[in-house]
């Protein structure tokens, strides 16, 4: 089993930036790939960005790449995403997740999932 809990996220104006944190626990956590996924209402979830624990890889949504950053601190079983430059459009409940392959974005093969966390970009 995993826990995730997540912190972070607000509102805040177009072209400003928010921080998200996932802290992971349970005996198995970091065997898993931890990703983060968005759902605005009304659309389906979607992948945005994911990384393991235990290389140095990345894997962004094309609408991210080079505005968000997903990194994690081993010694604090913690996860990050650095959002920047804002826009309207991500504007969505953002949650993270814990799952067997960062490669994957589809959201139902992830297995374990945060609470959630709303971010509002006001333009």
């Known amino acids: 089993q995993v826990q995730l809990v997540q912190s972070g996220g607000g509102l805040v104006q177009a072209g400003g930036s928010l921080r998200l944190s996932c802290v992971a626990s349970?005996?198995?956590?970091?065997?898993?790939?931890m990703a983060w996924f968005r759902q605005a209402p009304g659309q389906e979830r979607e992948f945005v960005a994911a990384?393991?624990?235990?290389?140095?890889?990345?894997y962004y949504a094309d609408s991210v790449k080079g505005r968000f950053i997903i990194s994690r601190d081993n010694t604090k079983n913690t996860v990050y995403l650095q959002m920047n430059s804002l826009k309207p459009e991500d504007t969505a409940v953002y949650s993270c997740?814990?799952?067997?392959?960062?490669?994957?974005?589809?959201?139902?093969?992830?297995?374990?999932w945060g609470q959630g966390t709303q971010v509002t970009v006001s333009s």
């Open positions: 997740s814990a799952g067997r392959d960062p490669r994957d974005r589809l959201w139902h093969n992830y297995d374990y």
């Open positions: 349970g005996r198995t956590f970091s065997s898993y790939a």
């Open positions: 990384i393991r624990w235990t290389d140095i890889w990345t």
